[in-house]
């Protein structure tokens, strides 16, 4: 596709269970990124991938958070135990280094409610 | 530091020129992004500067980069209703990988 798509939109989970989100990047994109907004906290980093590896996971809050890539491309995001303070919208962004302007494009965004 | 700090609010008319400002504590900024959120939707990235640059113009939007006062503004030119949005800066640190540090958020409304 032309842009950065996320899967599911909007999910609604009860407390304690397992979440997966998906993040397709551009096409070519070697760098992925997750952020998460929330109303108390703004956009925060979570996690950085370079291909499939991860250099940076300083921003994830907890070990209850994981995330993981394969082929260079698909990205999932992991919350397990759900707990009503990840409420947020996890955004998915990409980018390439070969304009060397790091610019990073999002998707729209995944809506998570935990009941 | 890695605080970016921008005001909460801008209320401008339509046709009028709005400036969006935002300040920054780390000096060790490589480049600054602006970006564009609608009401339900993901961050549009509108345009960025790099850090020994201090002007840059892109159409409507003009951006301006004070390295002394770390000082950055996104001036938008004959505002339109579909300006209207929340604006949010954005710093790539030397060193500090590839993630960005945002800035709070800027409503901008625009009136008729």
């Known amino acids: 596709g032309a842009g950065v798509s996320q899967s599911p939109s909007n999910k609604v989970t009860e407390k304690g269970k397992d979440v997966e989100l998906r993040c397709d990047p551009i096409s070519g994109h070697t760098a992925l990124y997750w952020y998460r907004q929330s109303l108390g906290q703004g956009l925060e980093f979570l996690i950085y991938?370079?291909?499939?590896?991860?250099?940076?996971k300083s921003g994830l809050p907890s070990d209850r958070f994981s995330a993981e890539r394969t082929g260079g491309s698909v990205s999932t995001l992991t919350i397990q135990r759900t707990q009503q303070e990840d409420s947020a919208v996890y955004l998915c962004?990409?980018?390439?280094?070969?304009?060397?302007?790091?610019?990073?494009?999002f998707g729209p965004g995944t809506r998570l409610t935990v009941t | 530091g890695e605080d970016v700090e921008q005001s909460l609010f801008l209320s401008v008319r339509e046709g009028d020129s709005s400036v969006i400002n935002c300040t920054y504590t780390d000096s060790s900024s490589t480049y600054l992004y602006w970006y564009k959120q609608e009401p339900g939707a993901g961050l549009q990235l509108l345009t960025y500067?790099?850090?020994?640059?201090d002007m840059k113009q892109d159409q409507r939007l003009t951006v301006l980069l004070n390295k002394k006062d770390k000082h950055l503004s996104l001036r938008i030119a004959d505002t339109q209703t579909g300006d209207s949005a929340i604006y949010f800066c954005?710093?790539?640190?030397?060193?500090?990988?590839?993630?960005?540090?945002f800035g709070t958020g800027t409503q901008l409304k625009v009136e008729l």
């Open positions: 962004a990409s980018s390439t280094t070969r304009t060397g302007n790091y610019e990073q494009y």
């Open positions: 991938f370079q291909g499939n590896s991860a250099p940076d």
């Open positions: 954005a710093e790539r640190l030397t060193g500090g990988g590839n993630k960005l540090t």
């Open positions: 500067i790099f850090s020994n640059m």
